[in-house]
Structure formats: C-alpha cells, structure tokens
C-alpha cells in the first residue's frame, strides 16, 4: 500500500468504529468508510460494506449503498454485475437521491435514454400520471437540471418540467444578485490541502474536534452547505488561503489571526484586490474543490459527505 492510500486507510478504520457507536447514522457513516476503503486500493472490502447495508438496511440508505455500488464495480470493469444491480434497483421504488445518481451514472456513459428514464423517476414526485407538472409548489433541485440537461442532448423540446427548471433558475439568478451585498458577497474560504496540518498546529482552525486533513475538508463543505440552505441556496465564492498569507495580513493589521472577524476581514480584502477565487459548488464532474484530485461528486459533494 502506498503512503498516499494510508490516510484513508485510517479514515475508514475511525469510521467503521463510528458506525457502531452511532447506530442512528449507522449506514451513512459504513457507506462514507467503504468510499474510503475504495480510496486505499481495497475495493473488495468496500464491496462487502456496501452489500451488508443494501441487506440490512430499507429504503433511501440501502439505495445510496447500491448506487455507489454500482459506479465502484463500473471502475473495476464489472459491468455485467453493475448492470445486473441497475436492474435490481429498476424494479424498486427508488428514492429521488439515489435515482438521481443513477442517472447522473448512465449520463456520464452516453447512456442518454436510460438517464432519463431515471431522472424521470427522481422527478416522479412532482410529475402527475400523464407527465405533466404537479400543483404541488416547488423548487429547484438538481435532479431537474439534470433531467433538462439530458432532454436538450437528445434534443427534445422543452417540457413542462424543464420550462419550470429555467424559470427557477433565472429567479435564483435575479434573487442572488439583488441579495448580494456589494462588500460583503457570498464568500468562504478554507486553507490549502497542503496548509492544513500547520493551520491546526497555529490553532487557526476553530470549532473541528478531528485534526487530520480528510475531516477538515469534509467539514468546510458541511459548514458551507448549511450556510447555503440559510441563504436559499446560493452560491459562493471561496478563496483558497495560505497559513502565511493569513498570518501576514493579521500582522500588517496588528489583528489576531484567530479571530473569526481577522479571517472574515482578510477574505473580503483578498476578493476586493482581485485574488483568485473558485465557485462552489462546482459541477459533479469537475474536479473537487479540495483539490483531492477526484470529481466533486466522488468527493466532497458525495450524498454521503453532505
């Protein structure tokens, strides 16, 4: 086993001894330690966590195991047993969550057809019988983007769903840029993979209990998700921070670098000046944020990092 695979390794070891402590989260604790174990070149170990929760667990929990199932055998060219598990899921009546990263799955191959049939079944709640829009009020959720997106591939008109997917999306727009404050936009930073360790040796990070880099970054992109949903799903800007620019900034304003309001000051400083920034949340097939390497929908904005 390489270095590189040892700090999964431990990540996956901590979180298996989590699960059993608490029951109540049981299953997405064993399915975040299985995308571990993946992680550290022991897919077999991730396989058999996956099928213990599809046996032992119902519904939307179970659903999520068989889908990252499904994409984990797809990487170890097991097709025939990833189709064989998409048939299986087919006949279940599958949560929108799930369906929609099967879907996002068969998108990614070509899959075009069989994409939408599964982003229709993510969507089912707000469709009636005859596939028109319900009367229920709704709003935006990524599986509608999806379903527009594979429509407009296969070039079919727009439907009463994706019609509703634009309008959400041009009010969100219009609402974000009359809610933005000019000074203080919406914004977030987090320091560099490589800073990491140090930032918690200088005690700059606060409020994070585990030290190692893994549960950092998972912990930011909880933070900035919760902050989202408060703000009625905005985007943001984040800005990646050094310890040493941080630590400058606190001396050339004779500030405390530990002070939530220093940090808060120093990142809306750096975006006045023009430094660069990245959009978060970043489309699931873009590189992760965290600059781990993997898409972001392997990363941090896996369902089971959320």
């Known amino acids: 086993m390489t270095d590189s695979r040892q700090p999964a390794r431990h990540l996956a070891e901590r ?8 029951p109540e989260e049981r299953a997405e604790i064993l399915i975040e330690a299985a995308g571990q174990w993946s992680r550290a070149g022991e897919p077999d170990r991730a396989l058999r966590i996956y099928d213990g929760v599809i046996a032992s667990e119902e519904g939307e929990d179970a659903e999520f195991a068989a889908a990252e199932k499904i994409s984990l055998l797809t990487d170890l060219g097991r097709t025939d047993e ?7 899921l087919g006949r279940a009546h599958v949560h929108p969550g799930p369906a929609q990263l099967i879907a996002e799955f068969l998108e990614e191959q070509g899959r075009l057809e069989e994409a939408l049939t599964w982003f229709n079944i993510a969507c089912r709640d707000l469709m009636t019988d005859d596939g028109e829009l319900g009367e229920a009020k709704l709003f935006y959720r990524p599986e509608l983007r999806g379903r527009q ?3 407009q591939a296969m070039g079919l008109p727009p439907d009463a769903l994706d ?5 959400e999306q041009a009010e969100m727009t219009e609402l974000l840029e009359r809610a933005a404050a000019p000074s203080r936009p919406s914004a977030g930073s987090f320091f560099v993979r490589s800073d990491v360790e140090r930032a918690f040796a200088e005690g700059l990070v606060q409020g994070m209990a585990l030290t190692d880099t893994s549960a950092y970054f998972r912990d930011v992109e909880r933070g900035w998700r919760t902050s989202s949903d408060q703000i009625g799903g905005s985007r943001l800007r984040i800005l990646p921070t050094t310890v040493d620019d941080l630590l400058k900034y606190a001396s050339d304003h004779d500030r405390d670098p530990k002070d939530q309001e220093t940090r808060a000051d120093h990142l809306m400083d750096r975006i006045t000046e023009g430094a660069p920034t990245l959009d978060w949340p970043p489309e699931r097939n873009a590189p992760c944020w965290c600059d781990s390497g993997r898409k972001y929908k392997k990363c941090c904005g896996s369902p089971t990092a959320r």
């Open 163 to 167: 019609l509703h997917t634009e309008d």
């Open 82 to 88: 990833a189709e064989a598990e998409i048939i299986r």
């Open 15 to 22: 979180l298996e001894h989590d699960a059993a402590k608490y």
């Open 149 to 151: 997106r594979v429509r």
